[in-house]
């Protein structure tokens, strides 16, 4: 089975700090997603990746950076955290994306998410 | 851009029931399809992928459909049971198949 770990389950900041949140996937996937999801709003992608040291932005970066060393591991970070990113944060992986020649291969699964709080 | 939708918000059932759950999407141009369901406060459970070229797929109680031309996809669950109880979300994902826009969700209540 897939399995997708995220760092923390509930995390606390306060205003201006620097947050890291982590992600890692233990299938050997290529494509790594991070989305937030708020009431109302649903899930947004953030950023995604489709390969070591590769990242596009999704459809809201501002604010945030990410970070992909290695193949399994993917990292948000939140330069100065905000109240306004106070969140739900979930992380998403498939194994093949941009050069897929099967679709069923872009299957996503997701993390247990982690509730970011900014105070 | 591409919109989904999800219709009902909310929807409550006794137990044993069968229902449908509905999913539309505005560009037909997919790459496939996906449908998860979420608990309170945890991540998202893959339920269902239908590929761009298949109408239907099943696993056990589910029964996932789609119709590109229409922009339409459908969720079946049969015989539903306390368990159900959660919210579901439809996904789609465009040309490269990469990443994928999500639907609200339908939050589904059934009761024993």
């Known amino acids: 089975d897939v399995k997708v770990t995220q760092s923390s389950r509930y995390l606390v900041k306060r205003t201006g700090e620097k947050v890291f949140l982590e992600c890692v996937q233990d299938?050997?996937?290529?494509?790594m997603f991070w989305y937030r999801q708020d009431p109302g709003l649903g899930l947004r992608l953030i950023y995604f990746?489709?390969?070591?040291?590769?990242?596009e932005k999704g459809d809201i970066p501002e604010g945030y950076s990410v970070s992909r060393e290695k193949k399994e591991r993917f990292s948000l970070i939140l330069e100065s955290a905000s109240t306004n990113q106070t969140s739900m944060y979930l992380c998403?992986?498939?194994?093949?994306?941009?050069?897929?020649?099967?679709?069923?291969?872009?299957?996503?699964?997701f993390g247990p998410g982690t509730r970011l709080t900014v105070l | 851009k591409q919109e989904v939708t999800q219709i009902p918000a909310a929807l409550s059932v006794p137990e044993g029931e069968n229902l449908v759950l509905n999913c539309s999407f505005t560009?037909?141009?997919?790459?496939?399809l996906q449908w998860f369901r979420q608990d309170p406060g945890k991540g998202l459970t893959s339920l269902l992928l239908?590929?761009?070229?298949?109408r239907e797929q099943t696993s056990g109680r589910l029964n996932a459909s789609l119709d590109k031309s229409s922009g339409r996809s459908t969720l079946y669950i049969a015989a539903s049971q306390p368990g159900d109880s959660a919210t579901y979300l439809c996904?789609?994902?465009?040309?490269?198949?990469?990443?994928?826009?999500f639907g609200p969700g339908t939050r589904l209540s059934v009761l024993p």
């Open positions: 996904a789609v994902s465009g040309n490269y198949g990469q990443n994928f826009v």
């Open positions: 299938m050997d996937h290529e494509n």
């Open positions: 560009d037909s141009a997919i790459y496939n």
């Open positions: 239908i590929q761009s070229s298949q």
């Open positions: 990746s489709y390969d070591v040291k590769m990242k």
């Open positions: 998403a992986s498939s194994l093949v994306g941009r050069w897929a020649t099967q679709s069923s291969y872009n299957e996503q699964f």
